[in-house]
């Protein structure tokens, strides 16, 4: 069982409301990521993160923000929430140097509804 | 363009069945290709990982193979157990970049029944 957590895992919020969804690693991995998954689809890389103040936007453009403050905190926020947010968000960590050659460890995600 | 592409988008297979899930892939240069469980609800649990170099990797019950040469890969799963219902993901990294990327098939939604 990968020790990386995410909370809230579920969350029902109305639009226009800020957001943030917290993401937390006790494996000191550097490597953090965030992805999008919506229902019957793959995952799509957001955002990601080569460790303490390095944030990247990833393949999928989001409006969402990161931040990369402490090793093991990787939080993600939405400013102002709408329906089209509504997803999957799912955070993960790697150790190593590449992305293409390192294991992913994977949080349970958060469910994001927008109405 | 590089696809990752899984068959079928589903099966319903009885308990103690085996099964095999295909994947393939337009991915190139190559750098790995890796399987992953995803319970419903949960994160993506990583079950092999197979470089270039290696066609068979077995996790327990698991046994992903790979040809590199015509680009496919496939999971089978013998002897299967209600847990294993979940859906299956094959994801391709290629070695373009420094970091590498990933690239994400749907998945297989596997459904055991007792």
């Known amino acids: 069982e990968a020790d990386i957590y995410q909370t809230p895992r579920y969350l029902v919020i109305g639009t226009g409301k800020k957001i943030t969804l917290e993401c937390s690693q006790t494996?000191?991995?550097?490597?953090m990521y965030w992805y999008q998954q919506d229902p019957g689809m793959e995952l799509h890389l957001i955002h990601y993160?080569?460790?303490?103040?390095?944030?990247e936007k990833g393949d999928l453009s989001s409006e969402s923000t990161v931040s990369r403050i402490r090793t093991e905190h990787f939080p993600l926020t939405l400013e102002s929430a709408r329906p089209s947010h509504t997803s999957q968000y799912l955070c993960a960590s790697s150790e190593g140097t590449e992305l293409a050659k390192n294991i992913q460890y994977f949080g349970a995600g958060t469910r994001l509804s927008v109405l | 363009k590089n696809q990752v592409e899984q068959s079928p988008q589903s099966l319903i297979i009885l308990e103690g069945k085996n099964c095999t899930l295909q994947?393939?892939?337009?991915?190139?240069?190559?750098?790995?290709l890796r399987w992953y469980k995803q319970d419903t609800g949960r994160g993506p649990v990583s079950l092999t990982i197979?470089?270039?170099?290696?066609n068979t990797k077995s996790n327990g019950r698991y046994t992903a193979t790979l040809d590199a040469d015509t680009k496919q890969s496939s999971l089978h799963i013998t002897a299967s157990q209600l847990s294993d219902s979940a859906s299956y993901i094959c994801v391709v990294s290629d070695r373009g970049s420094t970091l590498g990327r990933l690239y994400f098939g749907r998945g297989t939604q596997l459904t055991v029944w007792p």
């Open positions: 994947c393939n892939y337009t991915v190139s240069p190559f750098s790995n």
């Open positions: 993160s080569y460790g303490v103040n390095s944030t």
């Open positions: 197979m470089t270039f170099s290696e």
């Open positions: 494996m000191g991995h550097d490597k």
